[in-house]
Structures are given as C-alpha cells and as structure tokens.
C-alpha cells in the first residue's frame, strides 16, 4: 500500500472482488405448472436476465449456478449461448433452499464476498449488486430491502387482528445478498432449520445483517401472475421502474 495509506486503485479491486451464488433450483409450486426461472420471458429467460446482470457487474469473478438435476442440461446451453464467461460452475440443488445455497458454497474457491441471489429475480441492475458489496466492506454484510407501504396486521387462527405492526420499522428483503463467505460457512455450520434466506441464517447465528436500499421492481416471480407485471418491466426498461 502507498506510503500516504491511501488505498492502491488495485487493491481497491482486490477488496471488492466477489463470487456469486444464483439459486434457480427451485420446485416453482406455485407458478401453474410452469417453470419460472427457464421459462420464455421477454423474448429470453429470466435466468439470462440474471445471469447477464451478474456479468455486467464488474466485481463479479466467478458465478456458480445451482438448478434442478433435470435442469442441468438446459442451463449449460443457456450459458454457452449467451458466452456468460464467468459461470465456472452448474451444480445440483438440495431439498431446501439454504441446502441449494450450501452446494453452491461448496464449489466456490477462495473468495473474501460471496453474493447470493434468487433467479426467480430478473429485474435486478447491476448497480444493485455494486452497490450492495460497496455497503458489504462498509458494514460486513449487506441485504437489500424496501420499506413496506401496506398497515400489516398479525391475524389470530380465526381471523381475528390480534396487533398491527409498526409499518415504519417494518423491510421486505431480497437478493443479492452479500456476505463474508467465512461468516457464511460459518453460519451453515452452526443453523440446521430451515430459513427464508441467508440474513435469516446469519441472523440465528449471531451475525448482524445490514441493510441497503433494494428496488421496488426488484419482485420474485412467485406465481404466474408475477409474470405479467415482470414482463412489462422488462419491456419498458428498468429505468422506468427505479
């Protein structure tokens, strides 16, 4: 490092290189039989979408790819069609969620961040991702969030509002997440039961999780008529949507 302490430009690089986990191994119950990651969307796949943000992304080293066994053929064409050059690997998911991101994990070489995001989400920007890891060395994690705008109540067995909550302190959470990967194998490590999503595993393992500001249009395609309102994103440009 220069004698001023100012940090090189590359060591600064150094410090914000990352690896990637995209989790597209999913069941897609809810989506009326149709596969939502590998599915036709705006003339492409939302896997693309994501995988061509994460390219674009210049802190991005590697990305490992985790999707259903039957699906392992499938994304190696899509891969070698569109050149994503920085998937280094396609590996197998587990039962659960965090059981896909685990094998992810496994595959993933010496890497100071790893960035962990749900292919269900093809609207993310690459700035998202830039951002997100800028927070990460700032704080040592980083989950993008947006504030809710509904009143949430917490409805008793019969229906009954039992409270209603605070909406002002209140997130909803999405991908990319990014963590220290040793925090992360440690986390894994020490939490068995099953979570939402990493935070949540980083959370019950005594780590604090940070949050940034996430997108509205940043939605997971949960059921088929996520389709629609992703679509359109995508067909006016992200822009439009910030």
């Given at each position: 490092m220069p004698e001023n302490n100012v940090p090189s430009p590359q060591h600064h690089s150094q410090q914000r290189e990352s690896a990637a986990v995209i989790v597209a191994a999913g069941q897609s119950s809810?989506?009326?039989?149709?596969?939502?990651?590998?599915?036709?969307?705006?003339?492409s796949t939302a896997l693309s979408f994501v995988l061509d943000k994460?390219?674009?992304a210049p802190s991005i080293r590697s990305v490992v790819l985790v999707v259903r066994k039957d699906r392992k053929k499938l994304a190696r064409e899509?891969?070698?069609?569109h050149g994503f050059r920085k998937v280094s690997k396609i590996c197998i998911g587990g039962e659960r969620r965090q059981d896909s991101v685990r094998n992810g994990l496994a595959t993933l070489g010496s890497h100071k961040w790893v960035v962990i995001h749900d292919a269900a989400r093809p609207c993310l920007t690459k700035d998202l991702i830039e951002n997100g890891i800028d927070?990460?060395?700032n704080w040592g994690s980083a989950v993008p969030a947006i504030p809710l705008t509904d009143t949430i109540k917490i409805a008793s067995n019969n229906n009954q509002v039992e409270k209603t909550l605070d909406r002002t302190k209140l997130r909803a959470a999405q991908t990319p997440q990014i963590f220290q990967l040793e925090d992360l194998q440690s986390a894994f490590a020490k939490i068995n039961q099953t979570v939402t999503d990493e935070a949540e595993l980083m959370e019950l393992a005594g780590f604090n999780v940070h949050l940034y500001e996430g997108l509205y249009s940043n939605i997971k395609i949960t059921t088929a008529k996520d389709v629609a309102f992703v679509h359109n994103i995508l067909s006016n440009g992200l822009e439009s949507h910030l």
């Open positions: 809810r989506m009326e039989g149709l596969d939502k990651v590998f599915m036709q969307l705006h003339g994460f390219e674009a899509i891969v070698n069609s927070e990460a060395i």
